[in-house]
């Protein structure tokens, strides 16, 4: 007898909860059957090819080395965008193919998470400038529009510069002679990849962070699964797969050299860094697309502060934690401040992350010129690899992933759905949110925490209200960090995967960058609210917010230092908390 709609989403819900209990069984579970697809990397490309796979039938698993988003994902520009300057390099499907993604996402897949940004782009040229950048942005729009998916932007417009002005006070009057304005949308990319990964756990894929692939089970040539190593409670797994996906991006040529095999593609990394700013040094109602010498520069709204970035420069020092060094940061203030009426310091910096991109190696020795077009490759038996594209187009790289994963399975398969398959908390947001204010009022709170709640968690937010329901301390805001809640801490442990001090205040929240301490003054308040729920004892509590504090002093010691090998050298002061 079948599952009742109410018993099957109970069911969702329970299977969605990445608890320590949650992630033991998702460890055994994989270790107890044979899979038809093994997802390696926790990146958004992974999370979305294991939803991709478990969405079509395929019994699923998906295992990562770190944490959810930890490497690349968590630290992009946190745009979804069609990629406005590839117009300019004539490549026109990337363009066309981001674009339709955009829409997606903003319309069907994660209206929660994924929402519109308005941009302005100085001219400084008159006449020409106006004509040739102003092309550029019609047929942005255009093609936006004709994806199918384009309606709910507003079109770009064209300003003069006392108009442009008006917008953004902060330019120098001297920066422009006009103005143009376009859309496009934005998201906090880790509590995206988070959601992914739960949503693929709720159609019954079985997820598990902190779980390192250590080498691949072969039978001949075929590989046949993988060997992993759970590097928070040790011991070792074989997990059998009939194809196993690598989604590791940067770090694609390393796993594929624990089968002696590099494929027939290389990927290189660049690296991006960002700096964080608070909302009042930058007096602007819009974010702001800069020229300059090697690519563009993006001034983006990001809640009560501005993201300024990014910096595009080869990397092949250590790929977890990428170092910003002193001359990325100069960089960075040098260019923005050319247009600022005001212009930065870096005492007004709250923040600094740095990320590496994975691209596709090609012959020109510039990274900004390598390609954001993703690969898939079938270099052994049983055996797919993903890699290159760019982060708005992740469900695409998924669905060729899975389709070249498929080709190797004796079995009918269905096709792609993630196309309509929201993300959770997606459905009924819109009801939510227009209902916030009864929402806020029922739970005693304010109606922008409400609010905040929504955009973040969705119609998820009623699990939030029921923590702080059962505990009001929960509804209290962070004594350091006043943007998040008490019960935010908690449900990154409970539901959300978190295992560390550094998953939640790097990547549930961003209290890391929004605040100048870093988020060292919050470290305790909330390794203590994690404790009961991850069974830690005072000594424990204690060795999380030593841990935390190492890895801020080397970070900022690293962004003292005027090279990337210095730089490297200083952020690596810091061990990891479970070393691996």
Known sequence: MGLTGSERREAAVRTATLGPAEREQALAAMAERELDVLVVGGGVVGAGTALDAVTRGLATGLVEARDWASGTSS???????????Y?????FGLVREALKERGLLLQKLAP??????????????????????????????????????????????????????????????????????????????????????????????HVAAGARVVGFLREGERVVGARVQ???????????????????GVWTDDTQGLIAERGQFHVRASKGIHLVVPKDRIHSATGLILRTEKSVLFVIPWGRHWIVGTTDTDWDLDKAHPAASSADIDYLLEHVNRVLAVPLTRDDVEGVYAGLRPLLAGESDATSKLSREHTVAHPVPGMVVVAGGKYTTYRVMAKDAVDEAVHGLDQRVAACVTEDVPLLGAEGYHALWNARARTAARAGLHVARVEHLLNRYGTLTEELLDLIAADPSLGEPLAAADDYLRAEIVYAASHEGARHLDDVLTRRTRISIETFDRGTLSARECAELMAPVLGWDRDQVDREVRHYEKRGAGERESQRRHDDLTADAARLGAPEIVPL
């Open 75 to 85: 630290r992009s520009s946190k745009l979804i965008h069609g990629g406005l300057r």
């Open 87 to 91: 117009l300019e390099m004539l490549d």
């Open 112 to 205: 929660h998470l994924v929402k519109p940004v308005p941009f302005l782009y100085p001219l400084q040229h008159k006449g020409w400038e106006r004509l040739y950048a102003g092309s550029g942005v019609a047929m942005y729009d255009a093609m936006s529009v004709s994806s199918g998916h384009g309606r709910g932007l507003p079109a770009h417009r064209h300003l003069t510069r006392r108009h442009a002005l008006r917008v953004a006070p902060c330019l120098r009057k001297d920066a422009l002679v006009g103005a143009l304005q376009y859309y496009d949308a934005q998201m906090d990319d880790a509590r995206y990849v988070a959601t992914l990964v739960r949503t693929a756990a709720s159609y019954g894929a």
């Open 230 to 248: 759970d590097v928070e409670a040790g011991g070792e797994y074989e997990i059998r797969a009939k194809q196993v996906v690598n989604a590791t």
